[in-house]
């Protein structure tokens, strides 16, 4: 009964020994030194040698937690094992830069920030292009930045067909300045020929006795011939329509009518052309900015204009208008609002002698859409301003207007414009250097309105 309780003991402690042994020599297929040393003591029957109780007993605790540091051990090679492991997102990023994962990852980052802008309404605005340049409405050399969409009804366009062939590019125009007198040419000669075949004129271009209608027309060629002789009344004296037919009579007459309309229509087109108005828009100039400063103690927005040729504009006259898209109380959202901007019409002002670079004038008042503008506000505000000028050409007696815009940056708070007028000997010098150059001055940036009432409370306080 002694020999089977130690037989156990033995078993036991030596189970335990061969639990605390690494993985690695665990699951290898070598057999475990303590199986060996088990099966000698059992197999022999000999009784291993006494022991103090406390040592038999001592290796019965550490059976219980020898398991805890076999699955620390085996946690910490599966923690290894999953951090060298590479996941789903890093597959194959060994192969492909760094550079281009990040611009990849920054492109679909794009893509679903623009995704989640057009979801909410936040998308940018048609206004803002690429290099963060503004939309304008209209450029600074007056070109209106607005395309039109597709017309279905295009016949509106051939009833005024001066204005269209007119309003065509100037390659298109030579054209069809071109083309109606070929197209007239071939289409005359053709008849020609044609009349001259009928009657028989191309078989008996050589008798002398023959009464030919059309005289020496064998070909093609020689019928062309006698059309453009007869449109454009050069009249060699080889070919000719003669008597003998009043066909022929008839039909000279029709091409030398149709002629001399094709002649008026294009050579009106041509003048017109060359001489349009907008070509004289470019010798009358505008400041660059737009300034923001006192007068008279009232505020004030100013803008300079100027003509470039010694030929002044007759009953010149500026206006202007603000665009801003807005939202009406209703939540009804109106784009490119216009805005009438007061530039002394009520007084005359608007009425210009432009001999020497004016700088016109706007009042900032109740009536004024910058009454409670002020220099922060200015900063986030988002507008255009659209200056025209109106004149008569004095050579050609014909209606002259230039345009030009300026945007919330082109507006300077605090500034005015440079004198460019001296006196010299006989007469007043204009200096366009200065034309475009500001100075600084102390300002405050309240609005016109913030002003009122600050000088209101101060008469107040003074009273």
Known sequence: MMTSKRNSLIH???SAKCSSLPPSQEASPSPCPCDHSSRALTSTGREPPPRPHATRAAPLEPAEETPRPQRLHRSKGLKRFSSRWPSRGSTGSGNIPASAAAAAEQLHGAKSHKKRCKLLGDEPSLHVTAGNMRQRYVTKDGKCRVNLGPIADKSRFISDIFTTVVDLKFSWFLLVFTMCYILTWVAFGGIYFFGAWLRDDIAHVHDPEWKACFQNVDSFLSALLLSLESQRTIGYGLRMVTANCPEGTM???AQSILGSIIDAL???CMFVKISRPQQRAQTLIFSKHCVICERDEKLCMLFRIGDLRVSHMVDAKIRAKLIKSRQTKEGEFIPLEQSEINL???????????????????????????????????KRETFEIIVILEGIVETSGMTCQARTSYTEDEVLWGHRFESCISLEKGAFRVDYGAFDKTFEVQMLPLSARDSKETRGCVLENVG
Do not use: A, C, K
Request: without cysteine; hydrophobic residues 40%; glycine residues 12%.
């Open 251 to 253: 039909l000279l007459m």
């Open 266 to 268: 294009m050579v009106g």
């Open 12 to 14: 036991n402690l030596n």
């Open 344 to 378: 002394g019409y009520d007084t005359g002002g608007d009425r210009l002698l432009l001999v020497e670079p004016q700088t016109i004038t706007h009042v900032i008042n109740e009536s004024s859409p910058f009454w409670e503008l002020g220099s922060e506000r200015l």
